[in-house]
């Protein structure tokens, strides 16, 4: 399928006619920087790039509620910089809320403006990415004895 045809089947979920859907496929892939792509099949772009592209689909419904898990995984610098600015795009011009699932903490940070941070499965901490930076817990889970070699 192309880049066009996965981003439809997003933007079918809510909307009925055509021609809306063109529009709403054009807009999302110029937002997600896919607009000079639409043609290409999308098993042949780059890991970047499907990446944006998995964000797109996602992002064509207009959800109000956006769930990302690890989408900066196998970015370099550079895609994972144009990803977050995409990402605060869709927040501060959509209102969408985002639940951001990601190990790379300094995006974590920047990005959010509250973090619940987890180890195996239990909840160590919440707060504004000021108090989970300076939390103790955290800190020693993440930095000091608390895991072991196992973990």
Same mark, same amino acid.
């Given at each position: 399928?192309?880049?066009?045809?996965?981003?439809?089947?997003?933007?079918?979920?809510?909307?009925r006619r055509?021609?809306?859907?063109?529009?709403?496929?054009?807009?999302?892939?110029?937002?997600?920087?896919?607009?000079?792509?639409?043609? $290409?099949?999308?098993?042949?772009?780059?890991?970047?790039?499907?990446?944006?592209?998995?964000?797109?689909?996602?992002?064509?419904?207009?959800?109000?509620?956006?769930?990302?898990?690890?989408?900066?995984?196998?970015?370099?610098?550079?895609?994972?910089? $144009?990803?977050?600015?995409?990402?605060?795009?869709?927040?501060? $011009?959509?209102?969408?809320?985002?639940?951001? =699932?990601?190990?790379?903490?300094?995006?974590?940070?920047?990005?959010?403006?509250?973090? =619940?941070?987890?180890?195996?499965?239990?909840?160590?901490?919440?707060?504004?990415?000021?108090?989970i930076s300076?939390?103790?817990?955290?800190?020693?889970?993440?930095?000091?004895?608390?895991?072991?070699?196992?973990?």
């Amino acid at each position: 399928m192309t880049v066009y045809d996965n981003i439809l089947i997003g933007a079918c979920q809510s909307i009925r006619r055509p021609s809306e859907r063109d529009t709403r496929v054009r807009e999302t892939a110029r937002i997600m920087h896919l607009d000079g792509l639409l043609d $290409e099949t999308a098993r042949n772009l780059p890991h970047g790039l499907q990446r944006m592209l998995s964000m797109a689909i996602a992002f064509a419904g207009r959800p109000k509620l956006l769930c990302l898990d690890e989408p900066l995984t196998g970015l370099n610098q550079t895609e994972a910089a $144009e990803a977050l600015k995409v990402i605060r795009r869709l927040r501060d $011009e959509f209102g969408i809320s985002i639940l951001f =699932v990601e190990h790379n903490m300094r995006a974590v940070m920047s990005l959010c403006d509250r973090i =619940v941070v987890l180890h195996h499965g239990r909840k160590l901490a919440s707060g504004t990415p000021a108090e989970i930076s300076n939390d103790p817990v955290v800190i020693d889970a993440y930095l000091g004895g608390a895991i072991d070699a196992a973990d």
